[in-house]
């Protein structure tokens, strides 16, 4: 059974930083997309960025420049490192995993099979 699981959050001041991680297990095709996403209160849930099996890398404007996605060499482990942090990035951030034949990666929350619980930031100013 596919499971991920995140870890990391928690609450920063203003221009702090954070490092999430997103621990998967079962099993993964070799061509699967993972990314995070995040959710505040009362907003939809939005892509940050994204990663492919070659690490190619995807960026909302919002964080790019300040947001590093990365994966360990075994793709067991997804990271975030979140620099410069804004209030404005205080969300739920979950990680999530896109299993698709062309192994592409998208911004659409829809295209995404398998999500972890989330893990909270908080942000003060």
């Known amino acids: 059974q596919v499971q991920l699981v995140e870890s990391g959050g928690g609450s920063v001041q203003a221009g702090g930083s954070l490092r999430l991680s997103c621990a998967r297990s079962g099993y993964f095709y070799s061509r699967t997309c993972m990314g995070w996403f995040r959710q505040a209160p009362g907003k939809e849930r939005e892509f940050v960025p994204t990663?492919?099996?070659?690490?190619?890398?995807w960026y909302a404007d919002s964080v790019k420049g300040r947001f590093t996605i990365s994966q360990d060499n075994a793709k067991i482990t997804l990271y975030l490192q979140m620099n410069s942090l804004k209030p404005e990035d205080a969300a739920m951030y979950s990680c999530a995993a896109r299993v698709s034949p062309d192994g592409l990666c998208s911004t659409n929350v829809a295209a995404y099979t398998y999500w972890g619980q989330g893990t909270q930031v908080t942000v003060s100013s």
């Open positions: 990663i492919d099996s070659r690490r190619n890398t």
